[in-house]
């Protein structure tokens, strides 16, 4: 049977272009990857090869054509055995058309005025628990080491983790406990060790990749991106990376711009991830748990200032707290200061100034910002009517920025107030103490901000 | 190309001569196909061929055993039929459709199969590299005697990573082959121009790492040193590198007009050295088969091709709902 070449569509936006010259003329033989034709495209002239072998029967648009539509038949091939009278006269039209464009998918609504949502208020443990004063420091290591000895495709990689016993000790005691085979000192060379991280948590194992500070981890922020937390998604649901990035984040004191980046917001723009940023010990422990048992990426931010700082540890044989799920950790009538991180110490220091003053701060700790509890947040507004926010990262496209769109949208005719967003200045941290204190966030602002919103 | 033709080896069956006959020829049908399906619109955004380079991965999986593993960059459609997967699975992802291997929502570039152990199908240049270190990672530490492929190109060669990642799987003895297919462009840039290194193998060395160049034209040769690799990596003796000197006859991708070659240096390499003519010689000449055998073969391959190419089309375009599915692995609220 006689088959039609169509015209080639050879770029990714070519829609018609130029038959600049055929190469062959009717009567040639053609075999497969021969060169018929150049065709011009919209970006370069291009070379245009047969796919079928046979005799070119009928060559139907001349060259020198402009605007040839892609998919016109632009000649004939005949077969062993057939003549030229196998060509119709007319072209029937071109055989494969592209698909046409799919409906496109029916806009999501935004909810609007939202009544009260679901939120998880249940207590993270049992009253009556017995508490333990422990450093959040201690608490990542104990909720690793617990994590370790429950399953043992639980791996910890880093620099300095093992025999130097943690660049901030966190780690102190897994080398001995576990041996070298789980806890793994690798070079500094933080795009290499995390590919390699997310390679094994393809081949069946579940890291934990500890970085000195997330500030390192931009040289690999590419697979932690584009290699752990898009393959589930590219691959149609076949593979993932079960796998926690973890290490200090944020402002440490006086090391500089280069030292001193907030990432929560930049990790928390990316489907695929999960990101946890906990305060007190108890939750770095409980989340760190559930994290490291999480069947997706988990980016665990932590803060160099906050590792030597006790909080209450329930004692419990496994404690766990699920991602997801803030925490109301001071309640209030007056206003909702939403914050997470080393920015709740701010937050939780504002509530008492501003409580000595009469007015009555809701604290809400997000804890996770990737899958973020929206809801508390909300149900919170519906009740106080006044919202700010409190973070040590820059002040453009922050978590704040997006609590308040969050609120704008579902909690609009609640709000007696613009929700402010307390933020980091928008500068490279200087090393100057004078300077230093000034880009960051201090309690005083906050203070200032619930003042602002409450009009008093 | 600096390699010197080998001879046939003798230490090869007839039957494994077809097979690997068969498979490369499958793979350039494939691609052909895959070009027209291009050419009409039904294949989108990127497409880059694997045509002339059919013998490397032939080779290479011809020396593999079940459970080894592969990972490659974006030029993955050869290596997926080499090690099995379905043609209809990998031309109905090219055509982003619900029968594709990653059910539309990998495309050319980003395609997986857990069964067949491929893992990808990688789009950042080099970033397969320390992937694969990382599958011979997992491997060393469950202790399951597996070995991993880290295909990667001459471009990728230059790649930062790729050295981090030498140095890595060397210090922890990875069962990790890097196999650089060196078709000496990398997109239009030609290795004379991105390096002054006489070989890429060679960087090995400075890690410590053994290795060596290949033919890559020559598929029993590169099944050879495959099988060499495959013996250091799995006697736990750590990495090695092949450097597999091979030539692409099509543009980087579908979009590429090739304008930094001579259609004489293609032409000169398809008359001369093409992978499925030297196995075909073999095969005429060594009286393993007559040409009805081939016909019928090539025959045999066109149907297999042709029915991707219709189930590509007639696979529905994946339900709406796969918008939102496979972003988690686990159930997780959409955000107010």
Avoid at chain 1, 301 to 328: C, H, Q, W
Avoid at chain 2, 151 to 172: H, K, L, P, R, S
Wanted: aromatic fraction near 8%; hydrophobic fraction near 40%; glycine fraction near 10%.
């Amino acid at each position: 049977m006689a088959t039609e070449i169509l015209m080639p569509a050879l770029s990714p936006t070519m829609e018609e272009g130029t038959l600049a010259k055929w190469l062959v003329k009717e009567g040639d033989e053609i075999t497969s990857g021969m060169i018929i034709a150049e065709i011009e495209t919209d970006k370069a002239t291009m070379e245009f090869e047969a796919v079928d072998e046979g005799t070119m029967g009928k060559i139907m648009v001349d060259e020198g054509t402009e605007g040839v539509k892609v998919n016109t038949p632009i000649a004939v091939l005949l077969e062993e055995g057939e003549d030229a009278s196998a060509v119709p006269d007319a072209a029937p039209p071109a055989a494969a058309q592209p698909e046409e464009k799919a409906a496109a998918p029916a806009p999501v609504a935004a909810e609007v005025a939202t009544p009260v949502q679901q939120a998880d208020t249940s207590p993270d443990w049992p009253k009556g628990t017995e508490m333990k004063s422990t450093t959040v420091r201690e608490a990542l290591r104990d909720a690793m080491a617990e994590e370790m000895r429950r399953d043992e495709t639980v791996y910890l990689m880093g620099e300095e983790v093992a025999e130097y016993q943690g660049a901030y000790k966190v780690s102190q005691g897994l080398l001995d406990e576990f041996s070298a085979k789980r806890v793994i000192d690798t070079p500094i060379t933080e795009h290499g060790f995390t590919g390699i991280a997310v390679g094994a948590a393809f081949g069946g194992l579940r890291p934990i990749v500890e970085f000195m500070t997330f500030n390192f981890a931009l040289q690999a922020i590419d697979h932690i991106i584009n290699s752990a937390a898009k393959t589930l998604y590219m691959s149609g649901g076949q593979m993932g990376a079960p796998m926690v990035f973890r290490g200090a984040n944020g402002a440490a004191a006086r090391v500089g711009a280069q030292h001193s980046h907030d990432f929560a917001a930049w990790y928390s723009q990316v489907p695929g991830l999960k990101v946890v940023m906990p305060y007190s010990a108890a939750d770095a422990k409980g989340l760190l748990k559930t994290a490291i048992r999480d069947p997706n990426p988990v980016v665990f931010l932590e803060n160099e200032i906050l590792y030597g700082r006790s909080f209450d540890v329930p004692v419990m044989d496994d404690f766990t707290i699920p991602l997801g799920k803030a925490k109301i950790a001071r309640e209030g009538t007056d206003l909702t200061i939403v914050s997470f991180g080393i920015g709740m110490q701010y937050a939780l220091e504002a509530a008492e100034k501003l409580a000595a003053d009469g007015i009555s701060a809701e604290v809400i700790d997000l804890r996770t910002l990737r899958p973020m509890d929206t809801a508390t947040v909300i149900n919170s507004v519906m009740k106080t009517n006044r919202c700010i926010t409190v973070e040590e990262g820059f002040p453009v496209c922050s978590i704040g920025n997006h609590i308040s769109a969050v609120l704008m949208e579902n909690a609009f005719d609640y709000l007696d107030a613009p929700v402010i967003n307390c933020t980091g200045k928008d500068v490279p941290m200087p090393y100057a103490a004078n300077l230093e204190k000034l880009a960051l966030v201090t309690t005083d602002e906050v203070v200032e901000a619930a003042r602002k919103v409450t009009y008093r | 190309m600096a390699t010197k033709k080998k001879p046939a080896k003798s230490n090869v069956s007839a039957e494994e001569l077809l097979g690997h006959y068969k498979e490369m020829l499958l793979i350039r049908r494939f691609e052909e196909k895959a070009g027209q399906l291009y050419g009409m619109g039904l294949i989108g955004g990127f497409c880059h061929l694997y045509i002339g380079q059919e013998a490397v991965v032939v080779g290479l999986e011809a020396a593999a055993s079940e459970g080894d593993k592969r990972v490659t960059s974006y030029r993955d459609h050869g290596h997926m039929l080499a090690c099995g997967m379905d043609p209809k699975g990998v031309m109905a992802e090219l055509t982003g459709r619900e029968g594709g291997y990653s059910r539309g929502k990998g495309g050319s570039m980003h395609m997986f199969s857990k069964e067949k152990h491929f893992y990808g199908g990688h789009g950042i240049v080099g970033a397969q590299v320390p992937i694969g270190a990382g599958l011979a990672f997992a491997d060393k530490y469950l202790e399951n005697g597996g070995v991993t492929f880290a295909y990667f190109g001459d471009g990728a060669a230059n790649q930062g990573q790729v050295y981090e990642t030498y140095n890595m799987a060397m210090i922890w003895d990875l069962p990790v082959i890097f196999v650089i297919e060196n078709n000496q462009y990398a997109m239009g840039t030609s290795v004379q121009r991105s390096t002054k290194s006489p070989s890429l193998w060679e960087r090995g060395a400075a890690y410590g790492i053994p290795g060596e160049e290949v033919d890559g034209m020559d598929v029993l040769a590169v099944k050879e040193a495959g099988e060499k690799a495959v013996a250091h990596c799995r006697a736990g003796k750590g990495p090695y590198i092949l450097e597999i000197k091979t030539y692409r006859y099509r543009g980087h991708s579908m979009s590429d007009p090739a304008k930094y070659r001579t259609r004489e240096e293609v032409q000169k390499m398809r008359d001369e050295r093409d992978p499925i003519e030297q196995v075909r010689d073999l095969l005429l000449t060594g009286k393993h088969a007559t040409e009805e055998d081939l016909k019928a073969i090539d025959k045999d391959i066109k149907a297999v091709v042709n029915e991707a190419a219709e189930f590509s089309k007639e696979s529905p375009e994946p339900a709406l709902e796969e918008l939102y599915t496979d972003i988690y692995a686990d159930e997780v609220p959409q955000e107010a």
